[in-house]
Structures are given as structure tokens and as C-alpha cells.
């Protein structure tokens, strides 16, 4: 079963730090680009950051450049997005997405982020 499943969201603290997770499995995970998008209550999904499919080359959103990482574990086929220095406009339904050529298309379920005092 090709599944993409997040994990790690939560509460956090304006100025704190949180990772979150997404574990790939039923298909080959290394041959896909990774992506993570946000999507907060009454707007649009946002794309976040993508990482090549050897964790070498990354590209982020600018509203997140400086505080956001993701970085990727081919062997465990995770996929991970560290966030830092948090603010209450990070706040939303993070998704994780995995791209191959322009027919393969996978999502993950979603985890919540709350960033609040």
C-alpha cells in the first residue's frame, strides 16, 4: 500500500521548536523529490520546501528561509521538516508530498501545528 504518514505535530511555544515526520512506504522512496506544504484554517495549501531525492539540494519558501530545514533519511524513507524560532503564523495542517515526473503524486494524511502562547 503506497502511504505517506505524518507524525511529530503538535503544540508549540511562539519562538520554540517542533520537528515533524512523514514515514513512506509501498513504493521506492529514494526515486522521489519530497515536499512539504501548510495549509491554515480559511487558506490555500502553501508549498514549504522540497529536497532532491538525495537530500543534497534543497529549496524553501521565504517565509520560512533561516528557520525551517528538511532534510531526509533514505535508509529509514523518512522525510523530516525541522522548524524553529516557531511564529503563530506557522500555525496549520502540515502535509508532506512525494513527487515523481509529472504523474506520480502522493500525500500523506496531514499533523497538526499550533503555534500559540
Known amino acids: 500500500q503506497v502511504q505517506l504518514v505524518e507524525s511529530g505535530g503538535g503544540l508549540a511555544q511562539p519562538g520554540g521548536s517542533l520537528r515533524v515526520s512523514c514515514a513512506a512506504s509501498?513504493?521506492?522512496?529514494?526515486?522521489?523529490?519530497m515536499r512539504w506544504y501548510r495549509q491554515a484554517p480559511g487558506k490555500p495549501r502553501e508549498w514549504v520546501a522540497t529536497?532532491?531525492?538525495?537530500?543534497?539540494?534543497?529549496i524553501y519558501a521565504d517565509s520560512v528561509k533561516g528557520r525551517f530545514t528538511i532534510f531526509r533519511d533514505n535508509a529509514k524513507k523518512t522525510v523530516y521538516l525541522q522548524m524553529s524560532n516557531l511564529k503563530p503564523e506557522d500555525t496549520g495542517v502540515y502535509y508532506c508530498?512525494?513527487?515523481?515526473?509529472?504523474?506520480?503524486?502522493?500525500w500523506g494524511q496531514g499533523t497538526q501545528v499550533t503555534v500559540s502562547s
Open positions: 508530498n512525494g513527487r515523481r515526473g509529472s504523474t506520480e503524486d502522493i
Open positions: 529536497i532532491d531525492t538525495f537530500g543534497v539540494n534543497t
Open positions: 509501498g513504493f521506492t522512496f529514494r526515486s522521489y523529490a
